[in-house]
Structure formats: C-alpha cells, structure tokens
Nanobody
Framework: QVQLVESGGGLVQPGGSLRLSCAAS????????MGWYRQIPGKQRELVAT???????RYAESAKGRFTISRDNAKNAVYLQMNNLDPEDTAVYYC?????????WGQGTQVTVSS
C-alpha cells in the first residue's frame, strides 16, 4: 500500500509564498519522477512542475520563474516552493509519483490566493 501525504496549502495574499510538501510511504520502489499538478473546478488537471530522480525539471509556462520544484530521494519527498503567487494560482494542488509502471496521486491540498 502506497500513501502520499501532502501539506502546505492554505490562504495567502497575492504576492505571497507557500511551500507544498509531499511524502510517499509504503511499498514504493524505483521512483522515477515526481511532480505537482493543479486543478480548478470545472477544468482539467494541469501540470505545474515535474522532477526526475536525476534532477531534471520541467515547468508549466505559468510556473517558470516563480515556482521551484525539489525532491529528497532519501525521504521519497517532493516539494514545491511557490513565490509571487497570483489569484490565478488558486487551485487544488496534487502531487504525483511515478514508480515503475505505477502512478500514485496525493489527496490534494487547497491553495487560495486572495486579498
């Protein structure tokens, strides 16, 4: 059984920062990639950022220059530092881990950017 536990979401003012964390536990082996996605009600889930075991990163255009993804392989954890947040960043953020041929999703954490 694999569990992904996310934390760090919340309410922040425009221009503020948040750091999301996601830790995987259970029988999980050969993690290849970890990432963050987000979803607004009524819209499709979209990629925010991904990072491979080797450290290669990929960002959505909207995240470039403001968000930084990082990982701790020893802890099976992935992080998303979000700076200069905008109301358009308001969404439920999900972490995703790809291990072998399996993909695992977290339960989601709400990020609300509002004054």
């Amino acid at each position: 059984q694999v569990q992904l536990v996310e934390s760090g979401g919340g309410l922040v003012q425009p221009g503020g920062s948040l750091r999301l964390s996601c830790a995987a536990s259970g029988n999980i082996f050969s993690i290849y990639a970890m990432g963050w996605y987000r979803q607004i009600p009524g819209k499709q889930r979209e990629l925010v950022a991904t990072i491979t075991t080797g450290g290669s990163t990929r960002y959505a255009e909207s995240a470039k220059g403001r968000f930084t993804i990082s990982r701790d392989n020893a802890k099976n954890a992935v992080y998303l530092q979000m700076n200069n947040l905008d109301p358009e960043d308001t969404a439920v953020y999900y972490c995703k881990i790809v291990a072998g041929v399996q993909a695992y999703w977290g339960q989601g954490t709400q990020v609300t950017v509002s004054s």
